[in-house]
């Protein structure tokens, strides 16, 4: 192989012959050149390179003359061996291939005479097989035909079989043959017909309708003398059929006697008797029973006899297979309508009946041990009823578990009676200042301590312990009769054991409104100009300022008077807080004042004496009567449970003894847990809508929680395992009464913050517009709290509501703090309006006193209420009553940073204001001893 020469690399030129050179000077010579002479030297240069090639050829031959003529003596003898090959093939191919004489030719005759002959032989060995095969078919055919005719069922039967094999066997050209097809069709319904007459003969040997049973030993062929045997029938029957009949069978044993008998009580009759034909037959008829007949025990004999009439005299004329597999089958269906239609749907709801269904469950037993372990031959499989049987307590625990939650889920999704509303009666213990609330009742407010007045400055005018009792309990005793709350005109003799007492309000509604000094017919959206008896809720006439300015006991100020007009402002913060701490014993208790400022260390105070303990208070709180139903219920299963164990009904059953009433007792915890789960969601819209509605909800937990918890102590050892559960479930729903306590608070609260989100912040108040609507949210606010004191005062216990109302209005009082001191500059008449704004709130003081001849205590439960009291006069007030207050005291609620800022709103910047800022950056003073 030559090597290949790159592509890159240059090549040599192909040589041109002397003819291809002269024909491209022909090719490359103009017309107007071409001339004779140029045509004559062409002509010579051919002749020349034609010399010259004889020439050579010549020499060659010359130079090698022995080889060439070696080479032509072997070209010759080539080309003459090659002329006698010739002449031998053709003779050769003419001895082959001549039609007349050829080999080929007579070959091809010879066998396609050969290829006739075997063809005509095999045609007729065909036909000759074909014809015999026929015969027989034809022949088997007339006998299943003679068969069918007679009646002779079981023996057509086999020669169909017998015929079919016939017919597999047929040669292939009789297969696919017209007779053939004619003959098989023939064949195909004299067999359907064989099959119609055995279904008509089984048809008429089993007869099976839903109150009748009818099987017959023997039938007679239609159109024929034959009888026929009920077994040979079914035995003859083909698979198919057989299974079709059976499976058909089974669903009508199963739907018509079977379930049947386990669900309606019923009579059933066996009998046996000769037909019109002669034959005798066996009958099982059903006839309804009275609904009244309630002996299960029947039932289960019922089926038992069913049963053992099927098996004696249909089971027993089944083939040996179909036999053994249609009795299995019918295991499971009795063992499920005895479960299911019977123990099942039987199961007693209340203990006085278990003793009879026990019986009925031991019959089941012995039922199923007897018929369908031993008779229908499943003593292989599970025994279901016997393993249910085992574990009955637990079934019925479980079903009556279920319908007492069921009853519980009714009353829990009932609507909302408030005529059942009762009221609950709670033993609160008052003394120095504390509240010890009763069992089941909400946490109480936080009492005061007696040192917190010393940061105050107040000491002067406070009362001693002693004549703050005196002339406390010589003002209320007179006027018992007169208690704001008035829960205790009808109210039972106190129980012996402390306990919480429940008052129906059915005879209390109308007192409890007189009580409050409120009508339902009063409007909640009352404006500040109407009837002062709104904010009084005892009906009690007060001026504005006479819880303040009245009920002064203080001394008046030694000091000079700077500011004359705010001497009487100054006092009134002390004798506020020196009235707040010593209420009359009708009054709850009481939570101490917010906290001075850490710049005024706290003075100490000498040791009070010994107060004797006031007796106890009574206060009381709705709940609805939805929850005493849930109690009641609640008890019932307890006791149900109770004397589930102690009868010891379930003794006989080792697998049920152990666990005899755990699961019935879980009801009563689970009873709670159902409340806990359905009752804020079934009511939500109606507890995020009715504050009212949302405050009894928290009461019913917290009262449910108290008497759950008792209910836990006073349980026996018999259901101690549901103790714990109880208890637990005590914690959450008290644990859920407080939550939802102070989620409607949170609630409330959001909404008196979206309330005077349309101040705007109390900004541009100098605008009349921008002040109406200023006044108008302000107001909405002091509506809201009116309407939430209106709602919660019937419903909650007056510690919890005075707490609840003061939270309410202490988040509007420091929203309106919050936005008014965060005011960058505050002209002469903002100030003004703001001022007025602010006197807005001033009326729900009257919301915070019982007697009108004593203080308010609403700097108990508002700790921003002294702050806001003396923002709206500081907002009016000069550089100098301002810096009188702040050497008074009276200040130490507002922050340094709070008042710098404040005076730099309110006055312009002068050598004045910068004094005061300056005094005021230096701190509150340290009052002296």
Not at 5 to 10: C, K, S
Not at 504 to 515: I, K, P, Q, R, V
Request: with cysteine; aromatic share 6%; net charge negative.
């Amino acid at each position: 192989m030559a090597f290949p020469i790159p592509a890159h690399l240059p090549r040599k030129k192909d040589a041109q012959d002397v003819s291809t050179q002269i024909l491209t000077k022909v090719s490359e010579t103009p017309l107007k050149s071409l001339n004779s002479q140029l045509a004559s030297s062409w002509v010579a240069e051919l002749d020349d390179a034609i010399a010259q090639t004889k020439s050579c050829i010549h020499e060659r031959i010359s130079n090698d003359l022995p080889a060439f003529n070696e080479q032509l003596s072997s070209a010759k003898s080539i080309q003459e061996r090659l002329r006698s090959l010739t002449a031998n093939v053709d003779t050769l191919s003419d001895g082959l291939s001549n039609p007349e004489s050829g080999l080929i030719p007579r070959l091809v005759v010879t066998l396609s005479q050969h290829a006739q002959l075997a063809h005509e032989s095999l045609d007729a060995d065909i036909k000759s097989r074909a014809v015999s095969h026929l015969l027989r078919c034809k022949k088997d055919y007339s006998s299943l035909a003679e068969l069918v005719y007679k009646g002779q069922l079981p023996d057509a039967v086999k020669t169909c079989v017998k015929l079919e094999a016939v017919f597999s066997e047929s040669p292939d050209p009789l297969a696919r043959s017209v007779i053939m097809g004619e003959l098989q069709r023939s064949f195909r319904a004299m067999q359907a017909r064989t099959e119609e007459q055995l279904s008509d003969a089984y048809s008429r040997g089993l007869t099976i309708c839903s109150s009748e049973l009818v099987i017959r030993p023997a039938v007679q062929v239609r159109q024929s003398e034959t009888i026929l045997s009920l077994s040979s029938v079914l035995s003859s029957l083909s698979n198919t059929a057989l299974a079709s009949h059976l499976s058909s069978l089974r669903r009508d044993i199963v739907s018509h006697y079977i379930e049947y008998l386990m669900k309606q009580p019923a009579s059933v009759v066996v009998s046996d008797a000769a037909a019109m034909t002669g034959n005798s037959e066996h009958k099982l008829v059903v006839y309804p029973a009275p609904p009244e007949t309630s002996d299960l025990s029947l039932r289960i004999d019922n089926l038992a006899t069913a049963l053992t009439f099927l098996t004696s005299n249909f089971l027993s004329n089944l083939p040996t297979p179909d036999r053994t597999s249609f009795a299995l089958s019918l295991c499971r269906p009795t063992r499920d309508a005895l479960l299911y239609r019977l123990l099942i749907p039987s199961l007693p709801s209340s203990l006085e009946l278990l003793p009879g269904f026990l019986q009925v469950v031991d019959h089941a037993c012995q039922f199923e041990e007897k018929f369908v372990c031993t008779m229908l031959g499943d003593s292989d499989g599970e025994q279901g009823i016997r393993i249910w049987a085992g574990a009955v307590s637990l079934h019925y625990e479980r079903k009556r578990r279920m319908e007492l939650l069921e009853a519980a889920r009714v009353k829990i999704m009932a609507a909302e009676d408030e005529s059942r509303t009762f009221y609950v009666d709670l033993q609160i213990a008052t003394g120095n200042g504390h509240s010890v609330p009763a069992p089941a009742s909400a946490p109480n407010p936080e009492p005061i301590e007696e040192e917190s007045e010393a940061a105050w400055g107040f000491d002067d005018d406070k009362p001693t312990p002693n004549d703050a009792l005196t002339s406390s309990q010589s003002q209320n005793a007179p006027t018992e009769e007169a208690n704001g709350w008035d829960f205790d005109d009808d109210v039972e003799p106190e129980r012996q054991d402390g306990q919480p007492e429940e008052r129906s309000t059915e005879s209390t509604d109308e007192n409890a409104g007189g009580a409050w000094g409120w009508n339902d017919d009063d409007d909640a959206s009352e404006t500040l100009n109407g009837d002062d008896s709104f904010d009084n809720p005892w009906n009690d006439s007060l001026n504005e300022d006479s819880p303040l300015d009245k009920g002064a006991n203080s001394k008046p100020a030694s000091i000079p008077k700077p500011a004359k007009r705010l001497e009487k402002l100054s006092s009134k913060g002390k004798r506020a807080q020196a009235g707040a701490f010593s209420p009359s014993v009708q009054s709850p208790a009481l939570v101490p004042p917010p906290p001075p400022t850490p710049m005024m260390p706290a003075v100490p105070q000498r040791a009070a004496p010994a107060v004797p303990s006031p007796p106890p208070q009574k206060e009381s709180y709705m709940a609805s009567g939805r929850v005493k139903d849930l109690l009641q219920h609640m008890q019932h299963i307890l006791d149900e449970a109770a004397k589930l164990v102690s009868s010891g009904v379930f003794n006989k059953y080792p697998t049920s003894q152990s666990a005899s009433g755990l699961m019935l007792v879980q009801a009563a915890p689970l009873t709670l847990d159902l409340y806990r789960a359905m009752y804020p969601v079934r009511f939500a819209n109606a507890l995020r809508g009715s504050p009212k509605r949302s405050m009894r909800f928290s009461n019913d937990c917290i009262y449910m929680g108290g008497e759950v918890e008792k209910i836990a102590s006073a349980m026996g050892q018999s259901l101690s395992s549901v103790k714990a559960s109880l208890k637990e479930c005590s914690e959450r729903l008290e644990t859920l009464g407080s939550s939802w306590f102070e989620e409607t608070l949170d609630r409330q609260c959001q909404g008196m913050n979206e309330i005077l989100d349309e101040a705007g912040n109390f900004v541009e108040t100098t605008d009349q517009e921008r002040f109406d609507e200023c006044e108008n949210a302000v107001t909405r606010a002091l509506q809201r709290v009116r309407q939430l004191a209106q709602q919660w005062k019937p419903v909650l216990n007056k510690s919890k509501y005075y707490d609840a109302v003061g939270l309410v209005l202490d988040a509007a009082l420091s929203r309106i703090l919050s936005d008014i001191l965060a005011l960058p500059d505050i002209t002469e008449v903002e100030s003004h309006r703001l001022s007025e704004l602010c006197r807005i709130l001033n009326a729900t003081e009257g919301l915070f006193v019982e007697d009108p001849e004593q203080p308010s205590f609403i700097v108990a439960y508002v700790p921003s209420w002294l702050k806001y009291s003396y923002l709206s006069e500081l907002l009016e007030a000069s550089i100098a009553d301002i810096s009188y207050l702040f050497d008074e005291g009276a200040l130490v609620d507002f922050e340094i940073e709070e008042l710098v800022k404040l005076v730099q709103a309110l006055f312009a910047d002068t050598p004045l204001r910068a004094n005061a800022i300056h005094k005021l950056l230096h701190g509150y003073p340290v009052p002296s001893q």
